[in-house]
């Protein structure tokens, strides 16, 4: 009975470990993940500065490839895990610049999402604002509203919205 | 001391950061290096009246805000080539507004030098080898696309002895143009800035100053070396100096996240 178990428990693992292992956008258990993000750096102009970035964007963990655009100060990045957000912004504000845009990507299978209400996406928890109820569907790209991820005088068009209060980091999106 | 040259030649490679419209030959920006950076430097100059001076530096982006420098210093103007002495600096960011291609920063600075003693017959007050004392500044920079505007106002006080003069006030203004490439596709594109700099000093304690004019040109390779040609010479004043001015060469190299990781943030 207990070999039984054991065996039973290592092909689950086994299971887990492939299904992560192998899909870029649909991790273990069926649940859609962040394939990449697209982001605009503002305060500067030259590739030194910008190659300051990529550096710092390169290095995170979860982070695949980074593809960058120098005249745009633009950077295309390409995840391999679930990402940690705020770090994509602090890898910019460290390198001594600010983030002017910050969008996702997410392939999604019907989930519904209704203005002023959460949705957990890729484990990670999204408060959407300025959007009208519909069902999301293919390839969504999310637009994160939060101080710090845009220019003050935009994030002033979003600050008005119910403000999330939930104990976890919760990121405000818009479509 | 060849081998010194040498070394920062070979160093020459690779050194990014800031803006390079900013990186500024004679001053510094008030924009800092990228946090968990180290820079290196290898500053030479040869003065108008024969003397030479190096001066290696490394620099650390400690954070987003602070940034500090450390700098030794060894030339001729003894009897023999020797050790001079070192510097301290530091410098943090007060303010910074961000836009697409453009921003304008603010930040304080300090200095602290120290030289082997050599009693000051000259007013002017030289915190890069020449003299002990310290000094304290702003400096606000704004970058307009590829046009990059700085200016500067400082205090600076003479710790050793001699009869010459111990306080200043300083002031520089900066401007920084990048010239090549035309249009970025990649890192490895050199890139081309054409620097002018105004650096001035009047002293507090009697009636005697200098204004010089610094123009330089400045090549950035694989966005990550960096090196500086400048001259500088005086245009007015009739301070008593060691030298009004001299040919200066900077190599200087630079490693972004040096150390670390930036994945838990700041």
């Known amino acids: 009975m207990t070999k039984i178990l054991a065996l039973a428990l290592g092909l689950l693992i086994a299971a887990a470990v492939h ?20 982001l605009v750096a503002s305060g500067l102009t030259c590739s030194m500065c ?44 460290g390198a001594g610049f600010s983030v002017d845009k910050l969008t996702l990507t997410i ?23 300025h959007v009208t109820d519909a069902t999301l569907n293919g390839e969504t790209t999310l637009r994160v509203v939060d101080k710090g991820f845009l220019p ?10 119910a403000a999330a209060k939930d104990a976890t980091r919760v990121y405000h999106v818009t479509i | 001391m060849k081998k010194m ?40 100059t040869v003065y108008n009246n024969g003397a030479y001076r ?54 304080l600075f300090g200095k602290v030098a120290s030289v082997a003693s050599r009693p000051a017959y000259k007013d002017e007050i030289d915190l890069s080898g020449t003299n002990t004392g310290g000094q304290m500044g702003v400096v606000a920079t704004q970058l307009l696309h590829k046009l990059a505007l700085s200016g500067s106002a400082s205090y600076t006080q003479r710790w050793d002895g001699g009869p010459a003069s111990r306080q200043a006030f300083g002031y520089t203004a900066s401007a920084g143009l990048l010239l090549l490439p035309r249009h970025y596709t990649n ?57 009004t001015g001299g040919l200066f060469v900077r190599l200087e190299y630079n490693i972004l996240n040096a150390y670390g990781s930036h994945s838990k943030g700041r």
């Open chain 1, 19 to 38: 299904a992560g292992g192998n899909a870029s956008s649909v991790r273990a258990g069926g649940t859609p993940s962040f394939s990449r993000a697209d």
């Open chain 1, 50 to 93: 910008s190659n300051s970035i990529y550096k710092a964007l390169v290095a995170l963990p979860f982070v695949e490839k980074v593809a960058p655009d120098v005249e745009h100060s633009s950077f295309a990045i390409v995840f391999k895990g679930t990402p940690d957000i705020d770090a994509l912004k602090q890898a910019v504000v």
């Open chain 1, 107 to 129: 392939s999604l299978d019907h989930v519904p999402v209704r203005n002023d209400a959460y949705v957990t996406l890729d484990g990670l928890a999204f408060y959407f604002v």
């Open chain 1, 152 to 161: 003050a005088k935009v994030y002033k068009q979003y600050s008005g919205a």
């Open chain 2, 5 to 44: 040259i040498l070394w920062g030649l070979a160093a020459i490679a690779a050194s990014p950061s800031l803006h390079a419209q900013e990186l500024y030959v004679f001053t510094e920006p008030a924009s800092n290096m990228a946090t968990r950076s180290i820079g290196l430097r290898l500053d030479n």
């Open chain 2, 54 to 107: 190096v001066s290696p530096e490394i620099m650390w982006g400690a954070s987003r805000r602070w940034m500090v420098h450390v700098a030794g210093y060894a030339s001729d103007m003894g009897r023999t080539f020797g050790p001079e002495g070192g510097s301290l600096y530091a410098k943090y960011r007060v303010f910074a507004h961000d836009e697409v291609h453009r921003h304008f920063r603010v930040a």
């Open chain 2, 187 to 243: 890192y490895r594109q050199t890139n081309l800035n054409l620097m002018c700099e105004l650096l001035g000093a009047t002293a507090l304690d009697k009636r005697a100053g200098y204004a010089d004019i610094a123009p330089a040109l400045q090549l950035i390779f694989h966005s990550i070396a960096r090196l500086d040609m400048g001259y500088r010479t005086q245009v007015a004043g009739s301070m008593e100096r060691w030298a």
